[in-house]
């Protein structure tokens, strides 16, 4: 494991650089890999991100100017924010072996490459691009955005139990550089399509509570995302709608992603240790907040996450 | 009008002091009083909260252990994030003339005070405060905590376009106090009443587009709130749904009062002036909030509201 500053001088002894993101790509993956490879380019380098088939629409503007070209050659291989080899999308699997640098803040980080530098106390994996970028090269305001954008929706724009000190810090810095940001906020956490706001309240028509209304669990079964037509941006994030329910400190989604196949996500407070819950499925994660894909029925899988919630806390 | 170095002189010269928060108490006037009164008893004084008939549950955690006693005879009174003297609550006419000393971040502000500490830049009366206790004192942990829910409150937790850089810094100072803030930010934004929620998932299964879907009204019927024993706080701001329907530049929200009575609320974009839209309708407002309470069914209303926009749309 290396330090953000032994990470700068290897990058800045690279050249022909691609970033690899991870699948199901969100605005920390994105924005950080983004800012970095903007970051390489600006000390003259040749950098691009690998184009991400899973892209949507809320993250595209940050990633588009960045793409690689098709059947890119590069020189070194970084992967930004990916946890686990099994993370890198299809067109990267090829890169898994070969990745020189991994650059992440998950707890649950495979140590796939051949350096990684890992801060899982980061809120975001942005915190760490933001470090790495300091001892390189000057923040300008092209760089500061997707930046502010991976940290901002990392932590809920600041209201996860993840936002540090060090989060704000860094949030200052960003917006010192002059951007303004709150366009982004208003995009990123005060607006949502109408397929949202519908599905949000069919989610929460159907939720059910468990165990003395402590566990809730919201479903996403893959006939309502057909029938309302939905898009990959109209559910991102859906998963951030159970833990707010009052009184509830384990809110658990579960997404069908196709028939047989349910993508969990678990958000929880003290008493619920999302990651030990997800692991015992398959998946990982942080303390507060983890995931895993299981194959059942959406009541097969219900019924084995709160089954492994029930293992968990009586640990 | 006086910095807040010559606020801090004024203070540290007092003794004797009771601090006035502004009617319908939010976060900022609660938090931002309770913290410096705790800054003041720091320094040796006796500081006091003057009761607010109208604290809620909330927020009284915070005022709680800084009420002033009954019939308490101040020698200094300091009012907090009090725009003008007519939003002191009742119980604290007796001092609108006799305030030494106002501390404020409105632009509206009505300089009722000898002396007044405004900075209409600031996100919280909070930012203000901070900057005069760190004058004063060394910021505890227990004056931090008020003061981080004093700022985190009134830029909605730093995703309103007030949150500058220095609001951010401010929030790191305080958490590096060694506050464990997300307990507060899980309370205050991240958690919903099951009725609240499952009134949001009806009003938005019920919404309706208007203007090539640049206008939605959401509905709350009386039977509604009956059928879901919803209290006031669970209906407390649900007029701010509406405008976050994607594409829309005027979110409307009709709330049955009791039968033949409708209060109208009018978010708006540049577009739609809901000032103008609710003077026709007999109420008003700013340019983008504004609200009318109207004799008719919801129906009646609806059609009403919506002839009121087209006329000042075209206007």
Not at 30 to 45: F, N, V
Not at 186 to 202: D, G, I, P
Request: net charge negative.
């Amino acid at each position: 494991m290396i330090d953000t500053k032994r990470a700068a001088a290897l990058l800045c002894a690279m050249n022909r650089i691609l970033l690899l993101t991870h699948v199901r790509p969100d605005g920390d993956t994105i924005g950080s890999a983004a800012a970095l490879c903007l970051g390489l380019r600006a000390m003259g380098k040749e950098a691009y991100l690998l184009y991400n088939p899973e892209i949507t629409e809320t993250y595209l503007p940050y990633a588009a100017p960045c793409w690689a070209p098709e059947g890119y050659q590069p020189d070194h291989v970084i992967s930004i924010d990916v946890a686990v080899a099994d993370l890198l999308p299809e067109n990267a699997s090829a890169y898994a072996d070969c990745v020189a640098l991994a650059v992440d803040h998950h707890p649950s980080h495979g140590y796939f490459a051949r350096e990684t530098c890992l801060n899982a106390e980061a809120a975001a994996c942005g915190e760490i691009v933001y470090e790495i970028l300091t001892e390189m090269t000057e923040i300008t305001p092209a760089i500061a955005l997707p930046l502010y954008v991976a940290i901002a929706t990392d932590c809920g724009c600041f209201v996860y139990s993840n936002t540090s000190a060090k989060t704000h810090r860094i949030a200052a810095a960003l917006m010192e550089t002059g951007i303004d940001v709150s366009a982004v906020n208003q995009q990123l956490f005060r607006t949502k399509s109408k397929v949202r706001l519908k599905m949000e309240a069919q989610m929460v028509a159907q939720m059910e509570l468990f165990d003395h209304d402590r566990v809730v669990i919201m479903k996403i079964p893959l006939a309502l995302r057909q029938e309302m037509h939905a898009t990959e941006t109209d559910i991102e994030e859906l998963s951030s709608l159970a833990p707010q329910v009052e009184g509830v400190d384990c809110g658990i989604t579960l997404r069908e992603l196709c028939p047989g196949k349910v993508k969990i996500s678990v958000r929880s407070g003290a008493r619920v240790n999302a990651s030990e819950v997800c692991r015992q499925l398959g998946g990982g994660g942080h303390k507060a907040a983890a995931g895993a894909t299981v194959e059942g029925s959406l009541d097969e899988v219900k019924s084995a996450v709160l089954r492994a919630v029930e293992t968990v806390v009586s640990q």
